[in-house]
């Protein structure tokens, strides 16, 4: 399996550059990912972390769902691995499968790119509970692309552990 990745646009506007860079760093996460067995992609990386690059799917799934559909589209829908809202439990991939881990991210991502192109402009706010604040669509977007680059460092880290691959 091997991920495409486009860059982003040298020049362009505010939302297509915010959309292409989103795009890039999901497309990080999935070739940081790629031709790992999922006994790999569930390697801890130093217990009793239990960070792993099938957790960091499964987070980034949570982060998705939770900042496209729960707070800008506001649909009142549980986590996908915790009923109680616990955010933790996603990095537990310790009997997940790639498989039903990319198909959630996949699915959230589907979704969020589906919310994000329907709404009006980047300055359509929404109520973020959690914070207790409203949020602009741009801030989420900046929100996730910051989510990613964050969390793609951690893979580099976790995919050199794993068989030496290193760079993106």
């Known amino acids: 399996m091997t ?8 020049t362009g506007g505010e939302r297509e550059t915010l959309r292409a860079f989103l795009d890039y760093h999901r497309a990080t996460l999935a070739m940081k990912c790629d031709g790992l067995s999922d006994e790999e992609l569930r390697r801890q990386s130093s217990p009793p972390s239990t960070l792993s690059l099938l957790g960091l799917v499964r987070h980034m799934a949570e982060v998705e769902r939770t900042w496209f559909r729960k707070v800008v589209n506001a649909e009142d829908i549980p986590l996908v691995w915790s009923d109680s809202g616990d955010y933790q439990v996603a990095y537990d991939a310790g009997s997940s499968t790639r498989a039903e881990a990319f198909a959630a991210w996949q699915r959230e991502v589907e979704h969020s790119r589906r ?9 359509v706010t929404a109520h973020n509970a959690r914070w207790g ?7 989420v977007m900046l929100h996730l692309i910051h989510e990613y680059a964050r969390h793609n460092g951690h ?9 030496g691959t290193v760079g993106a």
């Open 3 to 10: 991920t495409e990745r486009i860059g982003p646009p040298l």
């Open 115 to 123: 919310i994000e192109r329907a709404a009006e402009s980047l300055d």
């Open 133 to 139: 604040e409203d949020v602009s669509l741009r801030l």
């Open 155 to 163: 893979a580099d880290l976790l995919r050199e552990a794993i068989d």
